[in-house]
Structures are given as structure tokens and as C-alpha cells.
């Protein structure tokens, strides 16, 4: 498969993330996919180092077919919010910033025909601050860049979907 996008990140001690719908690398279920409703599939975060204040939760598609991959998913959580039920519409005071459509929320899974097997990286990411000084319209890019300083731990679960061929 393609390349890891955290790969030339920043080392960060790892913790745990999980899912009751999807296993590590596993093919996430049909209502995660756009088709299927995009209903965000459930995630359960941590423990979460000591000192985290809030958790940085990114869906990235790295295999999309467009330069720089698709983001389906960016949201800063408290660190207390680490039980997250498929579907949920997270609290009015979680920080929400734009995905790849321009949505502040979960983007379904769509990978066109013809292009394999996609991978998403469900990404949290433990920070030392409650929010990031940025506005909700900040680019997924300038939300990675400013945590940089923030972060103490990485915790990253992928799920697959293939295209129907058919």
C-alpha cells in the first residue's frame, strides 16, 4: 500500500486507540462510507499520557486520488471525551475545523473505482494546551504545524475501504 503519512512526523510516544466497529487495518463498516450514511464509526481513546488537556482527532485518506490526500475528520476533544459512539455529533464547545469538503464534520469513506484499497488513519493526538490558536476555517495543514509543540503522544488506528468495481 501507499505511503504512511506520519511517518516523517515528529516521534511521539504512542497510547491507545480503538474501535468497536473496525479492527486495526480491518475494513470499516458500510455506514462509515459516504453511501452509507457517514456515521463516524465508534472510538475509544487512551489512556491518555499525563498532562494531556485535549486530544487532536484527525481522519486522514492519504491513497485519495488528489495531491495531498482527503481529510475526512478534524476536531480538537477535552481530554475527558475519549468515548466516542458511532455517529456521535460532538458537543457544540469541541473545536471543529474544515475537511476536504469544507464540512466540520465526519466525511464518509468514498473511494472512487479504480483506485484500490484506501487506507484512513483514525489519528489522535495528545496536547499539553485545551485548544490550538487557530480559527475553525485553518487549513488540516496549519493544524498540524501549530500542534507540533504540543504534542505528547500519538495514538493511530486505520480502517480500509475498496471501491466497488462492479
Known amino acids: 500500500m501507499g505511503y504512511d503519512p506520519y511517518e516523517n512526523a515528529i516521534p511521539a510516544p504512542s497510547f491507545e486507540i ?19 450514511g457517514h456515521i463516524s464509526p465508534s472510538l475509544s481513546i487512551g489512556p491518555l499520557p499525563e498532562g494531556t488537556k485535549s486530544v487532536l482527532l484527525t481522519v486522514f485518506d492519504p491513497d485519495a486520488p488528489i495531491a495531498g490526500g482527503f481529510w475526512h475528520w478534524l476536531a480538537i476533544l477535552p481530554a475527558g471525551l475519549t468515548e466516542l459512539e458511532a455517529g456521535i455529533r460532538l458537543p457544540e464547545h469541541v473545536l471543529r475545523y474544515r475537511n476536504s469538503l469544507g464540512g466540520t464534520g465526519y466525511t464518509g469513506a468514498a473511494p472512487p473505482a479504480g483506485t484500490g484499497t484506501h487506507r484512513y488513519f483514525f489519528t489522535a493526538t495528545a496536547l499539553d494546551v485545551e485548544h490550538l490558536d487557530l480559527p475553525p ?30
Open 137 to 166: 476555517e485553518a487549513s488540516p495543514a496549519a493544524l498540524q504545524f501549530t500542534a507540533i509543540g504540543h504534542v505528547l503522544g500519538r495514538a493511530i488506528l486505520v480502517g480500509t475501504a475498496t471501491p466497488d468495481e462492479g
Open 18 to 36: 480503538s474501535s468497536a466497529d473496525f479492527e486495526q487495518g480491518g475494513a470499516l463498516p458500510t455506514r462509515a462510507w459516504a453511501h452509507g
